[in-house]
C-alpha cells in the first residue's frame, strides 16, 4: 500500500443495512492522522477493530490507557466508552474495520480479545490483518452482493485472529460472562424479535439462571436492560432522523406502537412525540 498523505482519511460507511444478521461490516477505512488527532470520548454501537501500520498514539478503555506502535491492534467493544489519540512526534495511520451481528460476539470470544484485553502487541500475522482489511475496503459497497463479499473477507480476518489465539482453553464462564454475552447480543439484536428465551439460549443458560445473575449483577432483569437498550436507541433516531413513530418502534424491535409508547414514556417520563417536539435545534457539527 502507498504512503498516505499527512491528514488522509478514507471511511467508508454502510448506508443501506443487508439483512445479513450473522455478521455484517459496518464501516471500513484508513487514516495517516495528523499530530495529536483524537477521536472520543464516544460509545460505538458496534465491534470495531483498529490495526496500526505505523506510527504511535494511545488508546483508552474501560479504565485503562494504553500505549500502542505500529504492529498493535486494538478493539473498542460495543457501548463501552473510548478514546483515542495520535502522538504528537509520530502520529500513527491505522486501517479499520466495524461489524455487529448475532454471531460477532461468539466470533471476538474466540480471539485473544476479550473485555479485560482490548489490545494485541506486535502481530507476528500483521500482514495477514491488512491484507484482509483492505480487501473488505475495496469490496465496499451498499448492495447485498457487496455485503456478502465484505462479510466473506471479514470471516477471513476473524478467522486470522482466532487461529493465531493463545487462549486455546477457555475457562467454564461466570456470571460477569454471561452477562457481558447477553449485553453484546443485546447489541446485535435488538432491533429484530427478540425474547429473553432467545438471549439465555444463545448464552447457554437458563431463562432463570440468567434473571438471576442480571438481578445480582446489574440490579435489573434481562427484559427491564433489553427495553432500556431499545429506548435508548429510539431516543437517537427521534432526535436524529425524521422516520414516524411507528416506523422508529420498529427499528428498534417493537412490533406493537402502542406498547412502545407505553414503555417509552415510563422510561422517560413523555410520550415518543413530546419527546421529538422537546429536542433542541440541531447544531452543525465540527
Given at each position: 500500500?502507498?504512503?498516505l498523505?499527512?491528514?488522509?482519511?478514507?471511511?467508508?460507511?454502510?448506508?443501506?443495512?443487508?439483512?445479513?444478521?450473522?455478521?455484517?461490516?459496518?464501516?471500513?477505512?484508513?487514516?495517516?492522522?495528523?499530530?495529536?488527532?483524537?477521536?472520543?470520548?464516544?460509545?460505538?454501537?458496534?465491534?470495531?477493530?483498529?490495526?496500526?501500520?505505523?506510527?504511535?498514539?494511545?488508546y483508552?478503555?474501560?479504565?485503562?490507557?494504553?500505549?500502542?506502535?505500529?504492529?498493535?491492534?486494538?478493539?473498542?467493544m460495543?457501548?463501552?466508552?473510548?478514546f483515542?489519540?495520535?502522538?504528537?512526534?509520530?502520529?500513527?495511520?491505522?486501517?479499520?474495520?466495524?461489524?455487529?451481528?448475532?454471531?460477532?460476539?461468539?466470533?471476538?470470544?474466540?480471539?485473544?480479545?476479550?473485555?479485560?484485553?482490548?489490545?494485541?502487541?506486535?502481530?507476528?500475522?500483521?500482514?495477514?490483518?491488512?491484507?484482509?482489511?483492505?480487501?473488505?475496503?475495496?469490496?465496499?459497497?451498499?448492495?447485498?452482493?457487496?455485503?456478502?463479499?465484505?462479510?466473506?473477507?471479514?470471516?477471513?480476518?476473524?478467522?486470522?485472529?482466532?487461529?493465531?489465539?493463545?487462549r486455546?482453553?477457555?475457562?467454564?464462564?461466570?456470571?460477569?460472562?454471561?452477562?457481558?454475552?447477553?449485553?453484546?447480543?443485546?447489541?446485535?439484536?435488538?432491533?429484530?424479535?427478540?425474547?429473553?428465551?432467545?438471549?439465555?439460549?444463545?448464552?447457554?443458560?437458563?431463562?432463570?439462571?440468567?434473571?438471576?445473575?442480571?438481578?445480582?449483577?446489574?440490579?435489573?432483569?434481562?427484559k427491564?436492560?433489553?427495553?432500556?437498550?431499545?429506548?435508548?436507541?429510539?431516543c437517537?433516531?427521534?432526535?436524529?432522523?425524521?422516520?414516524?413513530?411507528?416506523?422508529?418502534?420498529?427499528?428498534?424491535?417493537?412490533?406493537?406502537?402502542?406498547?412502545?409508547?407505553?414503555?417509552?414514556?415510563?422510561?422517560?417520563?413523555?410520550?415518543?412525540?413530546?419527546?421529538?417536539?422537546?429536542?433542541?435545534?440541531?447544531?452543525?457539527?465540527?
Amino acid at each position: 500500500m502507498s504512503e498516505l498523505p499527512m491528514g488522509f482519511k478514507q471511511s467508508n460507511k454502510v448506508s443501506e443495512k443487508q439483512n445479513m444478521i450473522s455478521l455484517s461490516v459496518y464501516n471500513v477505512g484508513r487514516q495517516k492522522c495528523t499530530p495529536g488527532y483524537k477521536w472520543g470520548p464516544g460509545v460505538r454501537d458496534h465491534f470495531l477493530i483498529h490495526y496500526i501500520s505505523s506510527g504511535s498514539g494511545t488508546y483508552t478503555a474501560a479504565g485503562h490507557t494504553f500505549r500502542l506502535h505500529s504492529g498493535d491492534m486494538f478493539l473498542a467493544m460495543p457501548e463501552t466508552e473510548i478514546f483515542y489519540q495520535a502522538d504528537e512526534s509520530d502520529p500513527w495511520t491505522y486501517e479499520w474495520v466495524g461489524f455487529a451481528g448475532a454471531d460477532a460476539a461468539a466470533l471476538v470470544s474466540r480471539t485473544d480479545f476479550s473485555s479485560s484485553q482490548l489490545v494485541l502487541r506486535q502481530l507476528p500475522y500483521g500482514a495477514e490483518v491488512r491484507k484482509h482489511l483492505r480487501r473488505i475496503d475495496e469490496a465496499f459497497g451498499n448492495t447485498f452482493c457487496d455485503a456478502v463479499r465484505m462479510t466473506g473477507e471479514l470471516y477471513l480476518l476473524l478467522g486470522i485472529l482466532i487461529s493465531n489465539a493463545t487462549r486455546q482453553v477457555r475457562l467454564p464462564a461466570t456470571a460477569e460472562d454471561n452477562i457481558s454475552r447477553a449485553i453484546e447480543y443485546i447489541a446485535s439484536r435488538y432491533s429484530y424479535s427478540l425474547t429473553i428465551g432467545d438471549i439465555a439460549s444463545y448464552v447457554g443458560v437458563s431463562r432463570s439462571t440468567l434473571f438471576r445473575e442480571f438481578r445480582e449483577g446489574m440490579n435489573i432483569s434481562p427484559k427491564e436492560y433489553l427495553d432500556r437498550y431499545r429506548i435508548r436507541r429510539a431516543c437517537l433516531l427521534l432526535k436524529d432522523t425524521n422516520l414516524t413513530i411507528a416506523s422508529v418502534a420498529a427499528s428498534v424491535g417493537y412490533d406493537n406502537g402502542l406498547y412502545f409508547s407505553k414503555a417509552f414514556r415510563r422510561m422517560t417520563g413523555m410520550t415518543p412525540s413530546d419527546f421529538r417536539n422537546q429536542r433542541a435545534p440541531a447544531h452543525g457539527s465540527g
